[in-house]
């Protein structure tokens, strides 16, 4: 009514529908889902949380950084965090209350570890920032890989310090409570130490001749990047390991503990796994809708192999696929209208006005739009942040942002803008009064007193206010990363190659015509001047022309419509 809206723009919207259902890189989003869900069915997440506890269990936070461990794991598997919370409640936080530990630290550390999912690759965030973001996935993987490792070294450093200026709050588990014993009563880890000593000297020299075996089989011109040498040389150090302890367990040498044995088989399969996934979308050798369809086969082999997986496992992955694929695609198309009626009302370029005149420049915008994101995600799940929000801020940044560091392309600039905002997005699953992994982890706590089934102690209730609590420190350590982050970009853009970006000139060059040479000896070309006695032109009848004026340019369509471009770009501007 206001005519703001012609009739004519509604036609448009069906094709951006359309557009949407034909994308194919949100085919990942269900692949990986299903992944994880069949993963996390098939019981990986208890024989992880059990085994790694044992390796660190006689050390002091050992549970804790066992737990740490196996939530970064589970995020690069199953990358779902209610599967990775709600495991951990289930498995981890009966063993931490029966030996004393922290409740604070306790939840804490769960509920931390489960959002891990968020910032570490494979992550549904990162599938979902690059496609608003209009970037490469396998360049957000890239990017994401070194900050999401660093935020696990900070859990563990965390952890670690308060073993040592607070041990009784991060108690070892005794003696009795270690089950992979030898007959001998040691407890195997100097053989577990060997074999990780072995797959590591396999992993480091294969990085040392990665390049240039890569190199030539793939006939690159540039070098491999960093993560993808990392992932190559940790996937060779994991088929090592089990290739040893699968002759170990074969021919009966007994040259492994029952620790490195155990540990080597329910660690070494999925770790297998997710590196094989990400190597191939490192590499080019598959998108991640690729990657992700095979870690779904893989995901099914690996549970097939334990004997885990059954009709009616497999028919629920399914319906939580769909459920899952169904619900973002509706959350997805319904912020497509939004922001396609939005824009029809110039809502883009008030936004561009209000944060080009930001105080503190780019460093403002930056600061402003991480405050908002995280007030935003207190109160709403991410999906919403991503499909609503970012498509609001993605055409600012990346018109302020390429300019804040020399040499930074756009493509990395936005690429450094999307893993800023999947780490602040990760806080929202831990902020109050919404956050999401507070309630998984509540859902599954003991809501009363219990009797210890090992101990036979009387174990309190875990209250609501000592989960909220437990995720402060957390909290602070994850906006810690974020800052880190933020002043150092080249973590994220160490590993990104640089795509050559081109001028509207230096295309032009590009695209010209080599000028005819003209001959060294006029007279030996008599088509070149004309006969001795006539004017230089053929008509008679032409108007003579000043000797300084120029020839008129030809006219040069694709010359034209650069220079139009340029002209609506300065138009636009403030």
Known sequence: EAGIFPAAMFQALPLRIFGIMQNDTLLAIPFFTFMGIILERSGMAEDLLETVGQVFGPVRGGV?????LVGALLAATTGVVAAAVISMGLISLPVMLRYGYSRTIATGTITASGTLAQAIPP???????ADQLGRSVGDMYSGALVPGLLLVGLYVLFIVAVAIFKPAMVPALPPEALLYKEDNGKS????????????AAVGYSWSQVHDGLMTQWLERAVPSAG???????MTLASLTGLALAIINHVTK???????????TFVLMPPLILIFLVLGTIFLGVATPTEGGAMGALGALILAMGKR???LALTKQALENTAKLASFVLFILIGSTVFSFTFNAADGHLWVEQLFANMPGGVWGFLIVVNILVFILGCFIDFFEIAFIIIPLLAPV?????PGLVPGMTPDQAMIWFGVIIAMNLQTSFLTPPFGF????LRSVAAKFDYKDRVTGKLIPSVKTAEIYKGSIAFIVLQLIMLVIVMAFPVLVTGGIQKAESLTSDQIMQQLEMPAAEEPANPAADPAATPASGTPASADPLADPKPADAKEPEADDPMKAMLEEAEKDAKKKKP
């Open 64 to 68: 804790a950084i066992a737990v740490i």
């Open 123 to 129: 992550s549904l965030v990162l599938i979902v920032l």
């Open 188 to 199: 195997g880890h100097r053989s577990l130490l060997v074999l990780v000593l072995i797959c």
């Open 227 to 233: 993560d993808e040498i990392v992932i190559l040389s």
């Open 253 to 263: 040498m007994h040259l492994l503990s029952k620790l490195a044995e155990q540990v």
């Open 308 to 310: 885990r997986l059954s």
């Open 397 to 401: 940044a990346e018109k302020i942002l």
């Open 437 to 440: 992994a507070l309630f998984y």
